[in-house]
């Protein structure tokens, strides 16, 4: 691994590491309020690293509901029942 990539990786860890806190904090909050829908929403290349996530709420939840990917076609598209 180029060392310059490699020290660039450590350096990005260390800033989302910093942010752990702040994370837990209001994943807490939204436990406690016991909300009915989270949204987690990205763009880009969002996607690839949220299916790990989509995979793990679908093993963890009996609800076939629980994970929805969209693309901006499905946006494009009427409103549907989820």
């Known amino acids: 691994m180029d ?3 490699k020290d660039e990786y450590i350096r990005k860890m ?3 590491l910093q942010k752990r806190s702040e994370i837990e904090t209001i994943v807490d909050q ?3 309020e016991k909300r009915a829908n989270v949204f987690l929403v990205g763009i880009g290349g969002t996607l690839a690293i949220m299916l790990p996530f989509m995979h793990m709420f679908k093993k963890m ?3 076939e509901s629980l994970c929805r990917k ?3 076609a499905d946006f ?3 409103p549907q029942s989820w």
């Open 3 to 5: 060392k310059q990539f």
């Open 14 to 16: 260390h800033l989302v």
């Open 70 to 72: 969209c693309s901006r």
């Open 76 to 78: 494009n598209r009427q």
């Open 30 to 32: 939204v436990m406690q």
């Open 61 to 63: 939840s009996d609800s």
